[in-house]
């Protein structure tokens, strides 16, 4: 497990505002560049979905292996380790967003393949991806519309689930809560000890886990979260660079010059630099 890729960590394609993030491009495409075979990976806060419309495939989710003929749509939530094989001549449509962006209203499907109800999930991904390629007014709630019409399309749709090992499951649960705590507390404390108390774990279970679905440690975790926030203070904001230290914890300027160096490359001063040029 440790040894599968884990791609768009903390700092990659993640923006400030919501719904600003969509990427999709033909299954042809990309699958083409390595001799049609996908081999097994995971995305740390993407979702996915593929829809096969010509040709066939292989689908592996979790350890579950799936056949895939059109029309099919294959579901891949953040985590999900998923590989793949086509047909060279396969037709599809891959669609990715940030797991956020699906909001709170509708639990996100599961992984697994939706052998029925696919006319409608192809309906919501074409109005989805025509309002982000053309945006018309209103286009953030257009964004918000489209995205709850395709989350109940595809829980409408009749699912074949993943059915991943229990450990694997409750793995993927605790490192989904630590996320979302170093999300709320990286300011105030970067001590493992502080968030595994939080969660009701040993910080070496933490570790443990992190390094099973993420293939990081869980101090990694929070360092990737931290040098998200230190880029965008040091090139959007407007307070001062010992400000910017001093409201992330780091009082004594010099220290702070030496994380930033460490987990960003530049100085704090340089990298202000390059965004002013």
């Known amino acids: 497990m440790d040894r599968i890729p884990t791609y768009a960590l903390y700092g990659e394609a993640d923006a400030d505002a919501r719904q600003d993030w969509l990427h999709w491009e033909t299954i042809q495409s990309r699958s083409a560049l390595h001799d049609y075979r996908i081999a097994p990976h995971r995305h740390e806060r993407f979702f996915q979905i593929l829809s096969l419309t010509h040709g066939w495939g292989h689908a592996t989710l979790d350890g579950t292996g799936f056949e895939l003929r059109p ?23 891959v669609v990715t967003l940030l797991e956020r962006d699906l909001g709170e209203a509708i639990d996100s499907p599961p992984a697994g393949v939706i052998v029925s109800g696919t006319t409608a999930i192809d309906t919501a991904l074409d109005a989805l991806l025509t309002e982000a390629d053309r945006p018309g007014l209103f286009h953030e709630l257009a964004m918000r519309a489209h995205l709850t019409v395709l989350q109940v399309a595809l829980q409408r749709g009749r699912s074949l689930p993943a059915a991943p090992s229990e450990g694997a499951a409750k793995a993927r649960l605790h490192v989904a809560a630590f996320r979302s705590l170093v999300d ?36 990694a975790v929070i360092e990737r979260r931290l040098a998200l926030e230190l880029r965008r203070q040091l090139l959007f904001s407007t307070l001062s660079i010992q400000q910017i230290g001093a409201g992330l914890g780091y009082d004594d300027p ?3 010059t030496r994380v930033v160096k460490r987990l960003l490359g530049v100085t704090p001063a340089a990298l202000r630099r390059s965004g002013q040029s």
Do not use: K, W
């Open 184 to 219: 709320i507390r990286f300011r105030d404390t970067r001590r493992i000890a502080d968030y595994a108390a939080s969660m009701g774990i040993t910080p070496t279970h933490l570790n443990r886990v992190c390094r099973q679905v993420l293939g990081i440690s869980a101090l």
């Open 254 to 256: 010099g220290y702070f």
């Open 71 to 93: 029309p099919a749509i294959v579901v891949v939530p953040a985590l999900t380790v998923h590989a793949y094989v086509f047909s060279h001549n396969v037709e599809g449509l």
